[in-house]
């Protein structure tokens, strides 16, 4: 085996290992909030990492067992496609929880409307008036 | 010739077709999160710049891939590849640590 693919093979192991204990984190951290929400947000990230991450492992066997093409390649870019969905999918749920919401979110400040006191009004009359 | 010296994909257009999805989906996810973002601020921007960084380094690995194709089967260029698939989970790694030690200014409790 060539040393520049023992080399791949040692940092797909490290980036699978990585990846689950990241996805590990975001799954624990996805337990421990009670809010629906940003629960659904930590396990799109678990999600993200573990889809990933399988892909790796996948690369990982695919090498060990000398295989080149074939199915397991395509099963493996199927993996990291998937990883990029759910990443689009996370983003949509943050930017629809931030728009929803105020756990993660604070008003857009290009969208808000400023408060009509009638302040103003008075103002114009007032010199109307004079 | 090109069916010896191409060391991966059985059809290599498969790559090309691959990296096309991959990238569309990408500037999908950017445009959404970059829209999402200007609505956070402080550790919640820094948050959402992590797992941002995290999906563009992975997406730099796809494209060290594809470059692989293209380089008729540059095995060297498998390096870079897994190193960014790396850096990129470390990133990730780094975003979920983060969210640990602000739990509390969210106010998602004692995570």
């Known amino acids: 085996m060539a040393f520049d693919m023992l080399i791949a093979i040692t940092l797909a192991i490290a980036a699978a290992a990585v990846g689950l204990i990241n996805t590990l984190i975001w799954i624990r951290l996805a337990n421990k909030v009670t809010d629906s929400t940003v629960q659904a947000k930590f396990m799109y990230f678990a999600l993200v990492t573990m889809l990933l991450s399988s892909g790796e492992i996948v690369f990982v066997i695919r090498k060990g067992m000398k295989l080149t093409g074939g199915m397991l390649e395509y099963i493996q870019y199927g993996f990291i496609v998937a990883g990029f969905l759910a990443f689009m999918l996370s983003a949509r749920l943050h930017l629809r929880v931030s728009e929803m919401y105020g756990v993660f979110s604070r008003p857009a400040s290009g969208r808000t409307k400023a408060k009509n006191t009638g302040k103003g009004k008075s103002k114009i009359k007032d010199k109307i008036r004079a | ?111």
């Open chain 2, 1 to 111: 010739m090109i069916e010896n010296i191409h060391t991966s994909f059985t059809d290599p257009d498969m790559a090309f077709l691959m990296v096309s999805i991959v990238l569309g989906i990408t500037l999908i996810s950017v445009a959404y999160s970059l829209k999402a973002r200007q609505k956070l601020m402080g550790s919640e921007k820094e948050l959402f710049d992590k797992m941002l960084a995290s999906m563009l380094l992975f997406f730099g690995g796809v494209l060290f891939h594809a470059l692989r194709e293209v380089a008729w089967g540059n095995s060297l260029l498998r390096i870079p590849e897994h190193t960014l698939y790396l850096l990129s989970f470390i990133f990730a790694i780094e975003a979920g640590l983060y969210v640990m030690n602000n739990s509390d200014e969210w106010g998602l409790g004692g995570i």
